[in-house]
């Protein structure tokens, strides 16, 4: 692991030095990450989040989506000749990744017409350095990985490589050092001041005693709205179980349903279901006690805005607080008394409140571990293993089937009948 780091140092500092040349000998300009899942959405958050400390002289681009509109809208605003990809993928036999990296390296070789500059402008990350090769990356520009890291677990890694890159490799051993910081908090505090071991057995009061089926994630910073799907694939990925550890079914609720957005957008959308939906949702909000802009009345009205949702959920309002605030309003007692009964909430909503002193690459470093220790602690509870994700792996299986029968048009009655039909649908489009 070290080694790796020290080598990720070295090119690192090489890129942002200007030492790094692409084939043309001009400076890198703009670094693409193509992957998918764990490989992206980790790498693409902690980026977006930390904005206030990227180089400036350096762009930092996200690939994923096999949608061919994803890569076609990144590279159009591209220079070959100063552009470096990093192919990310674990296995590095994953379809989206390798197609995506097919299509640029098609595109780059299209420019510079020399299958040499394939070496200046190409590097991966994988548990498999060999399957990188034989996709003819150079041996040198390969960062290795092991098999026992988890990919929803790996920005900690080499895969954080565009991490490093986009805000420097001091910062990017700051996020780490946040991270161990938690790791130490989790590993030697008592259970009942232990907060991913609290968060846990939140999640688990509410969802197995509750029956509540979701939880929210609302960042009350414009920096981490990446924070959210980030966690959607952390913790559903890795509790959306029904077979416990032995390989026997489970007859209880394991992870809920995770989604959010930032506040206070929020705030105009689906907070009205929050208040006075049918559903318990336990909400998480996170905020920042300093902001990196200069907007302080805005920030402290974004405070105001995190500290009034979580007030509301908890105290409601009542019939009658209801029918006088109309009063107040000057609502005649007729109408008051008609729309009382519309406003009543009932409080006594759960929610959790972070609050960081500010974003940073420390704190930050902390507040995903935080939360990859609560999803651990959730899985040992629930008697699951964590760490695998069999239902994705059926639906890449069942996909590389379906494109061999678009192609050949082959195959087709082994597919179910609707299968069947929706690629005939496909396949006799004009």
């Known amino acids: 692991v070290n080694d790796t780091l020290h080598k990720m140092q070295i090119f690192v500092n090489a890129v942002l030095d200007g ?15 193509i992957g998918i899942g764990g490989s992206d959405l980790g790498p693409r958050m902690v980026v977006d989040a930390l904005q206030a400390y990227q180089q400036q002289h350096l762009q930092v681009h996200f690939i994923a989506n096999i949608d061919g509109t994803d890569i076609s809208n990144t590279l159009e605003k591209l220079n070959p000749e100063s552009t470096l990809f990093i192919i990310a993928s674990k296995s590095f036999t994953t379809i989206e990744t390798l197609t995506n990296a097919k299509t640029a390296r098609n595109w780059l070789l299209n420019h510079l017409h020399d299958t040499k500059s394939v070496r200046h402008h190409f590097v991966a990350v994988s548990a498999k350095p060999e399957r990188a090769i034989e996709f003819g990356i150079a041996k040198e520009n390969v960062f290795a990985f092991w098999d026992w890291v988890g990919g929803r677990y790996s920005l900690w890694s080499a895969i954080g490589l565009p991490i490093a890159l986009a805000i420097g490799m001091d910062n990017f051993h700051a996020l780490l050092s946040g991270a161990r910081s938690m790791d130490t908090h989790f590993r030697f505090q008592p259970l009942k001041a232990n907060m991913p071991v609290i968060m846990a057995l939140l999640t688990i009061w509410y969802n197995n005693f509750y029956q509540t089926t979701s939880e929210t994630i609302i960042p009350y910073d414009e920096h981490l709205k990446l924070l959210p799907p980030y966690l959607q694939q952390l913790i559903m990925e890795s509790n959306g179980k029904s077979i416990n550890k032995d390989g026997n079914a489970i007859d209880y609720p394991t992870s809920p349903v995770i989604w959010g957005n930032v506040g206070s957008n929020g705030q105009h959308a689906f907070h009205q279901l929050l208040h006075q939906g049918q559903q318990i949702i336990p909400i998480d909000f996170i905020i920042a006690l300093h902001n990196h802009h200069p ?54 909503k759960p929610s959790n409140t972070i609050v960081m ?39 890449k299986q069942a996909a590389t089937k379906i494109s061999a029968a678009i192609t050949s048009g082959k195959g087709l009655k082994d597919f179910d009948s609707s299968t069947e039909s929706l690629i005939e649908k496909f396949k006799q489009r004009s």
């Open 357 to 395: 002193q500010e974003l940073n690459p420390n704190s930050l470093g902390s507040l995903i571990a935080l939360y990859e220790h609560k999803t651990f602690v959730e899985g040992i509870i629930w008697q699951i293993n964590s760490f695998d994700q069999y239902g994705v792996e059926l639906g």
């Open 19 to 33: 030492q790094w040349h692409g084939y043309t000998d001009k400076r890198i300009t703009d670094v693409v990450n």
């Open 295 to 348: 907007l302080q009345e805005q920030h402290e009205l974004l405070f105001a805005n995190c500290l009034a949702q979580s007030q509301a959920l908890l105290m409601g309002r009542t019939k009658t607080q209801a029918y006088n605030e109309l009063l107040t309003e000057g609502i005649n007692e007729s109408n008051a008394k008609k729309l009382a009964p519309h406003k009543i909430i009932s409080g006594n």
